[in-house]
């Protein structure tokens, strides 16, 4: 049974720093990344790793700020996110796909974790 378990969100001062951890089971994966869906708002991507080589992708936003990596033989990727800001705040769910190419399209993903509430306060 293939199982995404992601954990490590929150509620941290606006500059503070958080790590999300994905802990996936059952298959590996050629892509896993994270995803955010503010209230009112779609979710949206946040970034993305090829499990083989590590490549990474970032939306615009968090780029210098958050870091994605995974542990190989953890079978377990992370989000490190540093200097975070209220509009950070969002349920942060970790994805992982099978498909060949990296993408930043939520429909491409096959798997979901269950999420993961982040609250940043100002």
């Known amino acids: 049974q293939v199982q995404l378990l992601d954990s490590g969100g929150g509620l941290v001062q606006a500059g503070g720093s958080l790590r999300l951890s994905c802990a996936a089971s059952?298959?590996?994966?050629?892509?896993m990344g994270w995803f955010r869906q503010a209230p009112g708002k779609e979710r949206e991507f946040v970034a993305a790793?090829?499990?083989?080589?590590?490549?990474?992708y970032y939306t615009d936003s968090v780029k210098g700020r958050f870091t994605i990596s995974r542990d190989y033989a953890k079978n377990t990727m992370y989000l490190q996110m540093n200097s975070l800001k209220p509009e950070d705040t969002a349920v942060y769910y970790c994805?992982?796909?099978?498909?060949?190419?990296?993408?930043?399209?939520?429909?491409?993903?096959?798997?979901w974790g269950q999420g993961t509430q982040v609250t940043v306060s100002s």
């Open positions: 994805a992982a796909r099978t498909g060949l190419r990296a993408t930043m399209t939520e429909a491409d993903y096959e798997y």
């Open positions: 059952g298959r590996t994966f050629t892509t």
């Open positions: 790793i090829k499990w083989i080589g590590g490549i990474t």
